[in-house]
């Protein structure tokens, strides 16, 4: 059996509206190994965006446990979170989430400023990660010079920098034409293929359909869960 990148058990998050309690994850139980590429897929409110927050260590569980790499995480300060982000995850989002007036290389250093990776080695690693998504030679130049796809590979590229276990992609081609979202598609294939281990939340059953298992959630819960076979599309 491969290593468990992620492993929840009865995994709950109740939140507080007013007088009402919304239940937004009831009790999943879920393993996830090293080398996985998992689509979440399911109805808006389903419980996938929170679930992808959890999984991400940007919120905490109201019950149940969650080990990541073999390390409950459920519990940790704040600080603790965010060393494990830092050390562990990288974050694609839809809206790409870049500084708009700063390169794209110094948009990809940004998670290295928090480690004890020197100034030098921090460019280094983020030039490379540019050329590793397709963007060597435009290293200077800022996200309003970019198309949105440029823009998705340098924020693809900065989730990369810091060799991560996990890439979490939340919609990542939301915002991209039809071709854009093909090439990032099969960017993300590409680290796959690498041995990155990837989990996507996505409403679009053309992404859905990239990845080896799909996870289908419905009223807080996974519903099915499900391996199918990865279709390919074409860059």
């Not at 998050?13 to 996830?32: E, K, N, S, T």
């Not at 190994?33 to 109805?43: R, T």
């Not at 991400?56 to 990541?68: A, I, N």
């Not at 030679?137 to 970019?146: D, I, K, N």
């Amino acid at each position: 059996m491969r290593t468990a990148v992620i492993a929840t058990r009865g995994l709950t998050r109740v939140y507080q509206a007013g007088d009402v309690a919304v239940h937004a994850l009831r009790g999943v139980d879920l393993r996830i190994e090293a080398g996985e590429y998992v689509a979440v897929m399911g109805p808006s409110g389903c419980g996938k965006s929170t679930l992808m927050n959890t999984l991400g260590c940007l919120d905490r569980p109201t019950e149940g446990v969650y080990e990541l790499l073999g390390r409950d995480v459920s519990r940790l300060t704040r600080d603790e979170l965010a060393t494990v982000r830092n050390e562990t995850l990288g974050f694609v989002f839809q809206d790409f989430n870049l500084l708009p007036r700063t390169s794209a290389i110094e948009n990809v250093e940004l998670p290295l400023l928090y480690s004890a990776v020197p100034p030098a080695e921090q460019r280094s690693r983020a030039r490379t990660a540019l050329a590793r998504v397709g963007l060597a030679g435009r290293e200077a130049s800022t996200p309003t010079q970019l198309s949105g796809g440029q823009q998705q590979r340098v924020a693809i590229a900065r989730a990369l920098v810091t060799a991560p276990a996990l890439l979490l992609a939340d919609e990542p081609t939301g915002n991209l034409d039809s071709q854009t979202s093909v090439e990032i598609l099969a960017l993300l294939r590409e680290q796959h293929a690498h041995g990155l281990t990837i989990v996507i939340v996505t409403h679009d059953d053309e992404v859905g359909a990239e990845a080896e298992r799909l996870l289908l959630m419905r009223d807080g819960r996974v519903v099915e869960d499900r391996r199918q076979r990865a279709r390919r599309t074409s860059a």
